[in-house]
């Protein structure tokens, strides 16, 4: 596990469950976008944000784990999702798996569309380990 650092700039407001700047020594991993497909390549969740997150999160998590690291190790998420009303439900997939008094630095964005009409959000993950 790396020793990341969370530096709170004294000009930016705190974050509200994410952290504006994160900071560690190690090797750099990134992890692509992962949609809620499961390992036979089927949607999960069709229609649904929060069955969808979670198996979003999953994903990373297997990802993350193949890379040798964990969520520990997460400096950036990125959200992309086709509806920002989503948010809470993939928060709080989300919160399921990051340590929320030490959050990863992240950005929400909404999309047109994704890959596939059933896709409701994509989350990417960069992590450094030490």
């Not at 020594?25 to 979670?54: C, N, T």
């Not at 009303?85 to 569309?113: F, G, H, K, M």
Request: charged fraction near 15%; hydrophobic fraction near 50%.
């Amino acid at each position: 596990m790396s020793k990341l650092s969370f530096p709170q700039p004294d000009s930016v407001a705190p974050g509200n469950g994410y952290s504006h700047v994160v900071t560690g020594p190690g090797q750099w991993v990134a992890i692509a976008g992962q949609v809620a497909l499961d390992a036979d390549g089927k949607f999960v969740g069709v229609g649904d944000p929060e069955a969808q997150a979670r198996q979003v999160f999953a994903n990373l998590d297997a990802c993350l784990k193949a890379a040798g690291a964990t969520f520990a190790d997460v400096v950036k998420l990125n959200f992309y999702v086709t509806d920002i009303a989503y948010l809470p439900a993939i928060r709080a997939a989300r919160d399921e798996y990051v340590d929320t008094t030490n959050p990863p630095a992240s950005t929400a964005v909404q999309v047109v569309a994704l890959f596939s009409p059933n896709a409701l959000l994509e989350v990417e993950a960069y992590a450094v380990v030490a």
